[in-house]
């Protein structure tokens, strides 16, 4: 039964595009899939293993710019640059990740931040190679033969095939020995260093992980907009990605889809507030997070844990339902 309506709404993910009539609102669902795969990545290093990262639009920008440069400059295939931006970002994130993940969570947290600045200052100064802050324009589109998918509803699929790509992946992971060992680390690092796990090299492996989906958000996302610049890529665009982690649940995997989702649409639903949408915006986000400690995924285990075991692959109803996750 489960398999079933998995394909279902599989089926209704794939015709969306042909009864969505309004482009506007086909190009927020685009946004949302690009945000969804960044969240998805942010899962690895705060959800499975503990730590605080406040990089992800940094890794973003790194892959935008790559495969932008490599397209626009070099003749580069989308194709060939969309590897290249997520390797270069998982290069960026295992250099960043050797000296900063021995520090401790806040301050790890301080140090992702100031790499977060650092990236946005050289893509904002850079001029002879990023153009500053003219940006770069006429990203190409990406093309099959003739047929070129130069439409939101044409590009959604290649965003769609990704996401689910790297949706799989996050699940077989976090239900393999490597998944077991960040949630090992996530509970008690000692413990877990006394049982032969070696904790740096873990982590390292998860913020790697969390860069190459962002590597490939970028990518994504410079090449469905076909212009970037660096006012993208900047410090508060790593807290509305936070905020979408939290509020959707944070060790989840249908945490990123539930937060991403919700915090991309909510503002659009919002609109008709005018000058003042955004401070409802601000206010409803903290009222969900203070409600809501857990995250909707969270609520969801503890009051409805067979739509959780629908909505979580892999989950198994909980025997008991009166406390949160981890809890006896």
């Known amino acids: 039964m489960k398999k079933l309506l998995y ?3 599989l089926i209704l993910l794939v015709v969306f595009p042909l009864i969505m009539r309004s482009k506007y609102f086909m ?16 899962n690895y290093v705060i959800g499975f293993s503990g730590q605080i990262s406040l ?3 940094a890794f973003w920008g790194i892959g935008a710019y790559v ?8 003749g580069f295939s989308f194709w060939l640059t969309l590897p ?7 290069g960026a994130g295992l250099l960043i990740g050797f000296p900063t993940l021995k520090l401790r969570q806040f301050y790890l947290g301080i140090a992702t931040v100031g790499f977060g600045e650092i990236i946005a200052l050289i893509l904002l100064n850079w001029t002879s190679l990023t153009n500053g802050a003219d940006g770069i324009p006429g990203i190409p589109k990406p093309r099959i033969g003739n047929f070129v998918f130069n439409s939101d509803y044409r ?14 992946v996050s699940v077989r992971l976090k239900n393999s020995r490597f998944g077991r060992a960040l949630l090992a680390i996530n509970n008690n690092e000692i413990a877990a260093e006394t049982l032969g796990i070696n904790a740096h090299i873990y982590k390292m492996a998860a913020f790697a992980l969390s860069a190459f989906y962002a590597g490939i958000a970028g990518s994504l996302y410079a090449h469905l907009i076909g212009y970037i610049s660096p ?12 905020c979408m982690y939290m509020i959707g649940g944070a060790g989840h995997i249908a945490g990123p889809v539930i937060g991403s989702v919700l915090l991309t649409l909510l503002p659009e639903f919002m609109r008709f507030l005018k000058d003042f949408y955004m401070a409802f915006y601000g206010l409803l986000v903290v009222a969900l997070a203070i409600g809501m400690p857990t995250g909707i995924s969270g609520l969801i285990e503890k009051y409805a844990p067979r739509l959780y075991a629908f909505i979580e692959p892999q989950a198994e109803i909980p025997k008991q339902t009166r406390g949160h996750r981890g809890e006896a």
Do not use: E, W
């Open 67 to 74: 495969s932008a440069l490599f397209s626009v400059k070099l």
């Open 84 to 90: 290249l931006a997520a390797l270069v970002s998982t």
């Open 231 to 242: 006012d993208l890529f900047v410090f508060r665009q790593s807290i509305i990605f936070l």
């Open 155 to 168: 590009f959604y699929y290649i965003l769609l095939t990704c996401a689910l790509l790297l949706l799989f």
């Open 55 to 57: 990089a992800a639009t």
């Open 27 to 42: 190009q927020i669902a685009n946004t949302a899939v690009v945000f969804l795969i960044i969240v998805m990545g942010l």
């Open 7 to 9: 394909c279902v709404f």
